[in-house]
Each structure stands twice: as structure tokens, then as C-alpha cells.
């Protein structure tokens, strides 16, 4: 029996992540090549492993370290099943690029209520760490790794449909792509508030125990939404990032 390959769908967070998600999962599962399995846990690796599937997809949130070692057993570095996968060559990545300032836009007005939220810490020590991790899956190569930008993909869902099924090498019949990627416009995002994001349909639950709401989906609120203090805090924490992607400073 052949191996599945697997979908590591690795963006950071508020980045569109949980979208690439959902189109990945939705192309492996309507051309009948596979299934979406949500969030990656070493159980499921070799679970589903085991299985028929042409193709799974998994949505991960994680150092990449921990694709090396099993995460339960990290201090005794427990080589994990995933990097089994990688070393057989069966391991892709999808990987969503956003502009850090409209990272910490989203989060920022997310975390409102929330009075433990601290913007600088947020912005200065765990969004260098997310964006160093979500490089690291890039680097991996073109050949591993499909990476696109928040603000193009968006733009495009179809298209970027058609650029994640090219890469797995899936073949989309039809208006397929079109089918999958309009679906999850923002206009269709959105009416789908009224269910409770946190609390998605029955469909989504055995994917996502949550899927989070959309706060902007457009880029550049962060002009009005972050202060100067604020900007010059993510700017000179993440300047490295800025400048190999494209972002500009101001």
C-alpha cells in the first residue's frame, strides 16, 4: 500500500491560516484524493498513516522543531512520526504570509476584553518567534513548501484553489476551483456569523473545534488601529521579516 502524502497547512496566526485550511481540505476530499483531519497531534500522524488516503491534510500551529521530535516527549528528544514522513519525502507544506502589522491589527482587536492582553510582549517576543517558525517551513523549499501572501490570496480564491491543487499535483475538474475558493469569501465568511464562529456547523466540527472569526480580512487597517509607539514595537522586532517579504516600513 502506498503512503499518503501529507498537507502541513503551517501559516501563523491571524494570517488566513484556518482559510488555506479549508481549501486544502476541501480540494483533497472533493476530488475523492483524501481527507482533512484538523489539527495535527502525533496520534493522528500514525493513525491515519495507516490509511488509504491518497492525500490527508492536517492544520498546525507549532514549532517546526516539533515535526522532529514527538512534542510529549520533547526532553527526551523522541524523534516524532513526522519526521519520518519528511524523510521519506511524503511532507508538503501550504504556508500563508501576512504583513506583521496587520498580524498584530487582528490580534490587538481580538484581544480588546481581554485584560491580560500585553501588545508589546505580544509583538516583541511571540511574534518574532511565529514568523522565525513559519520561515523555517518556507525554507524547506518550493519543492516542500507553497507559499503565498494574505494580501494576494485573498483577492483570488479560485486562483489561489488552482495554485494549492497544482501543488499537491491534483487536477481540479470544471469550475472547481471556483466552487471551492468563492466559498469562503468574506461576504460568505461572514454570513456565516449569525452560527457562531466559535461554535462552527456540524460539517466543520470534526475539523475545527473552532473556527475564528473574521476581524478585517482586508490589509492595511493597521494605519488606523496601531499607534506609533505601536508600529515602531513591531517594526524593530520583526525588521528582518519586513524586508525579505516585502513590507514596508511605514
Known amino acids: ?3 499518503p502524502t ?3 497547512v503551517a501559516g501563523t496566526y491571524r494570517s488566513g491560516s484556518t482559510t488555506q485550511y479549508q481549501i486544502t481540505r476541501d480540494i483533497v476530499e472533493e476530488t475523492k484524493s483524501g481527507i482533512g483531519i484538523a489539527y495535527h497531534t502525533e496520534d493522528k500522524l500514525k493513525e491515519f498513516d495507516a490509511t488509504d488516503h491518497a492525500f490527508i491534510a492536517c492544520k498546525v500551529f507549532a514549532p517546526l ?4 521530535y514527538d512534542v510529549h516527549n520533547a ?3 523522541k524523534e516524532s512520526y513526522g519526521k519520518k514522513i519528511y524523510q521519506q519525502g511524503r511532507l508538503r507544506a501550504i504556508v500563508s504570509v501576512r504583513n506583521p502589522y496587520d498580524i498584530m491589527t487582528s490580534i490587538k482587536r481580538r484581544s480588546e476584553n481581554k485584560p491580560e492582553f500585553n501588545f508589546h510582549h ?9 514568523l522565525d517558525d513559519m520561515v523555517k517551513w518556507i525554507d524547506l523549499g518550493p519543492e516542500i513548501t507553497y507559499w ?5 490570496f485573498t483577492l483570488n480564491l479560485p486562483q489561489e484553489t488552482a495554485a494549492i491543487a497544482k501543488h499537491f499535483g491534483i487536477e481540479l475538474t470544471g469550475k472547481m476551483n471556483h466552487k471551492i475558493g468563492n466559498r469562503y469569501r468574506i461576504e460568505k465568511l461572514n454570513e456565516r456569523k449569525g452560527q457562531e464562529f466559535n461554535k462552527p456547523p456540524e460539517n466543520e466540527r470534526r475539523h475545527l473545534p473552532s473556527v475564528p472569526g473574521v476581524v478585517f480580512g482586508t490589509s492595511g487597517q493597521w494605519q488606523q488601529w496601531l499607534t506609533r509607539p505601536e508600529q515602531k514595537a513591531v517594526y524593530e522586532a520583526n525588521q528582518e521579516f519586513f524586508e525579505r517579504f516585502g513590507y514596508s516600513k511605514s
Open 122 to 130: 505580544t509583538a516583541t517576543e511571540e511574534l518574532p518567534r511565529w
Open 6 to 8: 501529507w498537507a502541513f
Open 65 to 68: 522543531w516539533l515535526y522532529y
Open 1 to 3: 500500500m502506498t503512503k
Open 148 to 152: 503565498t501572501k494574505f494580501e494576494e
Open 75 to 77: 526532553m527526551e528528544q
